[in-house]
């Protein structure tokens, strides 16, 4: 069981340690409100970072090399942070560790450290446990090592330690929003520029909640489908003469489909294009001040477009999707790569249980197991706690 309680996150220092941790470093989860399989077309994500988060105690080391332990995992991993290779460390402790690689890649001392981390994040529900892994571990790592780096520059240390160390081929929406999120706001991400931008989405305030559905589906065949949609989008923008599908205009979306001879190809780039104006909209609604219920039909027509255009849902999700907005939720979709993972529902805050149990109920006739469904508001981004 994870804790916020401090005291206990000091306490299990002492005990592995034997001295007291010189501080606690903590970093968040995240979920993407709407932007989704944009991040690789060079385009707009909208995340928000979670209260759900990782924290880390750290002092210097005691020895010669860094440990680490997870109050989620047995035993503790050492390793030697100023000359870790990605050979030397496998599984969970490879976020911790890569992280220092990482930061050794770009050419800085890292200290030896000794920690324990402690995550309240589930793993494997989209919410990325990774990335908030990896940027506690890098607030501490800067903190204790004096090492200059800003917000972004840190959060692509994450993205370097997640591609290049644990081997996952990811985007950086996930360290952006972990690092950039705010209480109240979520996070506008330009994936070409990296231009983060905090945009107001006062859930609380507005009398709204917003759900997180966790399907608890089984992930099938995730790998190939991912490389199959970038490798349609990379080829579609070469066809069209584009760095990426970004360039697509909406207004010249139709001139673009038709110099695009296979049809499935058509569907992947009309997604991405029409996903990329869906974030823009709402972006431009939420910073003016408009209604957040007001967004609820772009994150409909979202789910719509990743299930038929992109085709990367499951009927999990659709099921989930359906069965919330026919509880009266203002806008619903699957969130994060698909094929399992989690959905979101944008929901009056006094229609939190009504539209649970819709979705409980869809599950049950289904015959699927039932969801995990918490709501979520927008938290800070990763910082020292203590
Ligand atoms: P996610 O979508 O949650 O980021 P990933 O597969 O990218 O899923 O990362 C999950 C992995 O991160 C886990 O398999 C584990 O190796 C590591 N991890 C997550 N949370 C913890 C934790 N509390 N303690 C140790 N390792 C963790
Ligand atoms: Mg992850």
């Known amino acids: 069981m994870s804790t916020d309680d401090l005291t206990s996150l000091r306490r299990r220092f002492r005990e592995a340690y034997g001295c007291e941790p010189a501080g606690v470093w903590a970093a968040p989860g995240r979920v993407n409100l709407i932007g989704e399989h944009t991040d690789y077309n060079d385009g707009f994500v909208l995340p928000l970072a979670l209260t759900r988060r990782c924290r880390i105690a750290a002092a210097p080391a005691a020895g010669r090399s860094s440990r680490v332990l997870s109050l989620q995992q047995e035993g503790i991993v050492e390793f030697d942070a100023a000359s870790v290779t990605p050979e030397d460390v496998r599984g969970w402790a490879a976020y911790v560790a890569g992280m220092f690689w990482a930061l050794g890649q770009r050419g800085l001392e890292v200290p030896e450290l000794d920690m ?6 589930p793993v494997g529900a989209g919410l990325s446990s990774s990335a908030a892994i990896e940027c506690a571990t890098g607030a501490a790592a800067t903190d204790l090592g004096s090492l200059e780096l800003s917000p972004t520059e840190l959060a ?4 370097r330690c997640e591609n290049d160390f644990v081997g996952a081929a990811t985007g950086n929406m996930d360290q952006l929003a972990s690092m950039h999120g705010k209480s109240g706001h979520l996070v506008f991400i330009d994936t070409r520029s990296l231009a983060v931008e905090n945009v107001p989405f006062d859930l609380p305030a507005a009398g709204l909640a917003l759900l997180v559905i966790d399907t608890c589906a089984p992930h099938a065949l995730v790998d190939g489908q991912y490389a199959a949609r970038r490798s349609a989008c990379e ?6 003469g584009v760095q990426a599908l970004r360039d697509v205009a909406p207004e010249r979306l139709d001139d673009a489909l038709a110099r695009i001879t296979d049809p499935t190809v058509q569907r992947r780039v009309r997604h991405v294009v029409t996903e990329d104006a869906r974030v823009l909209q709402v972006v431009q609604h939420l910073r003016a001040g408009g209604d957040p219920r007001d967004i ?30 026919q509880a009266g939720a203002y806008g619903a979709r699957m969130t994060g790569g698909g094929f399992g993972g989690s959905a979101i529902a944008l929901v009056e805050a006094d229609a939190v249980d009504q539209v649970s149990q819709g979705v409980r109920q869809a599950y049950a006739e289904h015959g699927f197991a039932a969801p995990q469904i918490f709501p979520v508001v927008p938290a800070d981004g990763a910082k020292r706690l203590d």
């Open 156 to 159: 692509l240390t994450g993205q």
């Open 116 to 121: 324990v981390l402690d995550s309240d994040v």
């Open 296 to 325: 609820g039909p772009a994150l409909t027509q979202s789910h719509a477009s990743l299930r038929d255009d992109f085709e990367v849902t499951v009927p999990h999700l659709d099921v989930a999707v359906e069965a919330a907005l």
């Open 235 to 240: 080829q579609a923008a070469q066809t069209l």
